[in-house]
């Protein structure tokens, strides 16, 4: 499984960012999707995840800020960040799990959130 994430940039503290994850087409199912982040000298932590039914989690640090959605007939995930804050600046990266098994990773889109 092949995973194109876009949709990051430089924006202003407050402002918002859509982000996208399109997985390509294959034979298995995918169950969970997500994304994580991964700022300067930190380790790569969970932003948010979806399961196929559309259940969603969220870090702390991001609840009532971030949506995460997906659509299931095109592959694809999304994450909706509003308010952004200077410490949610990182690499953010989406990932996937098959119905079989397995995680797969994108390869992670900056965003620069300015104070």
């Known amino acids: 499984v092949q995973l194109q994430a876009s949709g990051g940039g430089l924006v202003q503290a407050g402002g918002s960012l859509r982000l996208s994850c399109v997985a390509s087409?294959?034979?298995?199912?995918?169950?969970?999707m997500g994304w994580y982040r991964q700022a300067p000298e930190k380790e790569r932590e969970l932003v948010a995840q979806?399961?196929?039914?559309?259940?969603?989690t969220y870090a702390d640090s991001v609840k009532d800020r971030f949506t995460i959605s997906r659509d299931n007939t095109k592959n694809t995930v999304y994450l909706q960040m509003d308010s952004l804050k200077p410490e949610d600046t990182g690499v953010y990266y989406c990932?996937?799990?098959?119905?079989?098994?397995?995680?797969?990773w994108g390869r992670g889109t900056q965003v620069t959130v300015s104070s």
């Open positions: 087409r294959n034979r298995f199912r995918i169950n969970d």
């Open positions: 990932a996937a799990t098959l119905e079989i098994g397995g995680r797969y």
């Open positions: 979806i399961t196929i039914s559309n259940i969603a």
